[in-house]
């Protein structure tokens, strides 16, 4: 799909008469705004779209184009339009939560309640994601942390029986993994919880989820927007875990947590896709 999509939008701007700078603008608007879907791709296409419209410089001997090269700019405009009927189409379906995975809730082996034991017991998130501020995975707690409580609390409960039995032999509950980047972007927990970017702003409140659900799009958009200011979600290191943590009004400086955490969020292409 995405390739119809850069080709169309080459077309079109080529038979408008955009310019190498103009061109490269608008698929940058059109891709950052609408679909963040396919950028080296059309950057590319364009390229290869731009060569093959300018002249070969400078040509050895006069070179006459076959006459049917004269409808060349009404079959890219024709192409052009069709590129915008499909342009408002991937709009629709970029911005669908479908597309974006918002709300995706797994159903789970366990039935285990973040708003029981993050929220009302209270656990920090670090007692079972403990590799958080560490590296760049949370790891998912062994059932071994389940057995710190789960041994004594509630040992007949069945739906605690599959956590017993993957204690027993020593194998590891299967959990559905809910929030999952393309294999193609790199990210890192440690990097924004050292920032003193709290899970809240990327997970939402989790300790009030009886099932965990996905909340923000994690598109390349979502995450350009805060690299690009991160001030409205800063907030001290030590407060990253409480979700409830919001700024006291007045006394809170964003830009001294910048300079104390020194903060530099990098838009390269390289930080995200290496
Ligand atoms: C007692 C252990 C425990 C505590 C405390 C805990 N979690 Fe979890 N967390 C789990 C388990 C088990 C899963 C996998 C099952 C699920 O998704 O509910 C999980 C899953 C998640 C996921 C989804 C992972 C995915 O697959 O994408 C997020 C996000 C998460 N936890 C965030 C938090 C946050 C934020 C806190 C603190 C407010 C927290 N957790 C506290 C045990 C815990
Ligand atoms: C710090 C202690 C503690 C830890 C660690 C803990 N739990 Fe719990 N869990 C509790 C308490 C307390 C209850 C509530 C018991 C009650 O309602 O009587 C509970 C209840 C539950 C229930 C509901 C049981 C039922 O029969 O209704 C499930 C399921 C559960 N926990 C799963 C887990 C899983 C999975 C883990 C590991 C990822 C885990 N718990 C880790 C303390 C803990
Ligand atoms: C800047 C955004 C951001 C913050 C802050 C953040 N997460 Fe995540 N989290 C993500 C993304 C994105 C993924 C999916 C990662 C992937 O697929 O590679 C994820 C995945 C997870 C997972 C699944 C395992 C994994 O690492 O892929 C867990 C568990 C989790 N987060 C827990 C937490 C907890 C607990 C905190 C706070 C202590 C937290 N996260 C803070 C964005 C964030
Ligand atoms: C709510 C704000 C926020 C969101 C959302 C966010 N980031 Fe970040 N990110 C930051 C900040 C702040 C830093 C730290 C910059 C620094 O240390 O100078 C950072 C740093 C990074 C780094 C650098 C890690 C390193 O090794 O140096 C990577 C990679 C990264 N982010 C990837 C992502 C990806 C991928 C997403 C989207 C899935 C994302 N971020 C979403 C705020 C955010
Ligand atoms: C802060 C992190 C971040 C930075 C910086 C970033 N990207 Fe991305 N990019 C992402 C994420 C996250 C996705 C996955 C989005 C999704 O699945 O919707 C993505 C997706 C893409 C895709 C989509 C591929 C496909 O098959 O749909 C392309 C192409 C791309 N990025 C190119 C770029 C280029 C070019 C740059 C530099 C101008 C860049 N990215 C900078 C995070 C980033």
Same mark, same amino acid.
């Given at each position: 799909m995405p390739h119809i999509f850069d080709a169309t939008i080459c077309s079109l ?13 608008t698929v940058e608007?059109v891709h950052l705004h609408y679909s963040p879907a396919a950028t080296p791709m059309t950057a590319r296409c364009c390229?290869e779209a731009?060569?093959?419209?300018? %002249?070969?410089?400078?040509? %050895? ?7 049917? #090269? ?9 192409v052009g339009v069709f590129g915008l009927v499909y342009a408002v189409i991937v709009v629709g379906w970029t911005f669908s939560?479908e597309t974006s995975a ?32 560490? #590296? ?46 393309p294999?193609f ?32 799009p994690?598109t390349m958009g ?9 001030? %409205? ?6 407060? #990253? ?5 919001? %700024? ?18 990098? #838009? ?7």
């Amino acid at each position: 799909m995405p390739h119809i999509f850069d080709a169309t939008i080459c077309s079109l701007s080529l038979a408008l008469g955009a310019d190498e700078v103009t061109l490269l603008r608008t698929v940058e608007l059109v891709h950052l705004h609408y679909s963040p879907a396919a950028t080296p791709m059309t950057a590319r296409c364009c390229k290869e779209a731009l060569l093959a419209s300018s %002249p070969p410089d400078p040509p %050895p001997r006069p070179f006459l184009f076959p006459r049917w #090269t004269n409808q060349l700019r009404e079959i890219s405009a024709l192409v052009g339009v069709f590129g915008l009927v499909y342009a408002v189409i991937v709009v629709g379906w970029t911005f669908s939560p479908e597309t974006s995975a918002i709300g995706y809730e797994p159903d789970q082996p366990v039935p285990y309640s973040h708003r029981l034991h993050a929220g009302e017991l209270g656990i920090d998130c670090r007692y079972c994601h403990n590799t958080v501020e560490k #590296t760049a995975r949370a790891s998912l707690p062994p059932a071994a942390t389940c057995m710190n409580c789960h041994s004594t609390i509630r040992t007949q409960s069945e739906a605690l029986a599959p956590v017993r039995a993957a204690y027993e032999d020593g194998e590891p509950l299967r959990w559905v993994r809910i929030h999952d980047l393309p294999d193609f972007v790199y990210f890192n927990h440690s990097a924004h919880l050292n920032a003193g970017i709290g899970c809240v702003h990327c997970h939402g409140r989790v300790d009030r989820m009886e099932v965990v659900s996905q909340r923000k799009p994690l598109t390349m958009g979502w995450c350009l927007g805060c690299h690009r200011n991160p001030r %409205p979600f800063l907030g001290p290191r030590s407060e #990253t875990t409480n979700l409830a943590w919001a %700024p006291d009004q007045g006394s809170f400086d964003p830009e001294a947590l910048i300079a104390a955490y020194d903060l530099t969020p990098s #838009t390269d292409c390289s930080t995200c896709h290496r």
